[in-house]
């Protein structure tokens, strides 16, 4: 390997986390695969900063669409959504489907489960 190559490996390792970096899924409330009690909101918290604005949640019961009444970002806190139902969480089997736009414009998805118990 020549000293070119060698100086452009090392540029291309030491740029790699802004470059390849991706708001990952890191905890969310409910979590994933539990049984709660009906939740007023949902929390994604991410491993760095989401937009809002460009990013999207979706929930659904039994493979019907629930309606949100909102998502943002926690005030002061750029990496957790918070997600608003429409109406208070019935019962049942919930999926949440969610694609996040991090503050770099890096785009990332992923679904988890959780149940509202009776």
Not at 29 to 44: M, Q, Y
Not at 62 to 80: I, R, S
Request: proline share 5%; glycine share 6%.
């Amino acid at each position: 390997m020549s000293f070119k190559q060698i100086l452009i490996a090392a540029a291309l390792c030491s740029l790699s986390p802004f470059v390849f970096a991706h708001a990952h899924l890191k905890s969310q409330t409910p979590a994933a695969d539990s049984t709660v009690a009906a939740p007023a909101d949902l929390r994604l918290v991410f491993t760095e900063g989401v937009e809002a604005t460009f990013s999207k949640v979706s929930l659904s019961k039994d493979g019907a669409e629930v309606a949100v009444k909102g998502v943002a970002t926690a005030e002061g806190d750029k990496k957790t959504l918070i997600v608003t139902p429409a109406a208070p969480l019935a019962p049942g089997n919930y999926k949440v489907e969610w694609h996040a736009v991090s503050v770099d414009t890096h785009k990332s998805d992923g679904t988890y489960s959780f149940k509202v118990g009776q």
